[in-house]
């Protein structure tokens, strides 16, 4: 019997699309190079995160699931993948085949969250032995979290790029709002310089 609170995986899974959605739509209106380009010391690039949250995906909440995909990950296959290889995209790599491979996976990994339920048993082979065991219903977490995570580095990165804020940027104020907004931290940050 699966057990499922009243909307639960109605909620995570609606969570889980949102923080998708967000990510691919930082990609809109950029070049090539604005979505290949790392904008943190640490590399963090847009279509980075696109190929690290498909990998994820497909890892997560299908392979461990007992529902592997049909397509297998070169970085994966190679084990590259444990040098992060999966955080940025290779000059063969298109965005058109990093979007469609993420697009694939949710829907791979929508198809085990509809099928299996939250109580799942779930196998995670590359975690240390004694906590490989779980359900997909903690897998779903993780992978929520995870996403939505990475859709706040998105919304940082788009930022660095061009300018353009989160989804709520505009609702906040007009561009004389956000000049003020931003003196006024500037001022109680100089008061420590």
Do not use: F
Not at 159 to 180: F, K, N, Q, V, Y
């Amino acid at each position: 019997m699966v057990h499922d609170p009243p909307g639960l995986t109605a909620d995570l899974h609606r969570y889980l699309q949102e923080a998708r959605e967000r990510v691919v739509a930082s990609l809109d209106g950029l070049t090539e190079y604005d979505i290949r380009r790392p904008l943190t010391p640490t590399g963090t690039n847009l279509l980075g995160l696109v190929k690290h949250l498909a990998g994820n995906e497909l890892g997560y909440l299908g392979d461990s699931v007992g529902r592997p995909s049909p397509v297998r990950l070169p970085w994966v296959e190679d084990g590259s993948i444990w040098d992060s290889a999966d955080m940025w995209a290779t000059v063969e790599e298109t965005t058109d085949y990093l979007v469609g491979l993420y697009r694939s996976a949710w829907k791979h990994a929508d198809e085990s969250i509809d099928e299996l339920g939250l109580d799942a048993p779930a196998r995670v082979s590359w975690w240390p032995e004694d906590r490989r065991e779980t359900t997909l219903g903690a897998l779903l977490v993780r992978v929520v979290a995870e996403t939505a995570q990475h859709a706040g580095h998105a919304d940082i990165v788009r930022e660095l790029i061009d300018g353009r804020a989160g989804r709520d940027h505009d609702e906040m104020g007009d561009a004389d709002w956000w000049s003020r907004y931003v003196g006024r931290i500037q001022h109680a940050a100089d008061q420590y310089h």
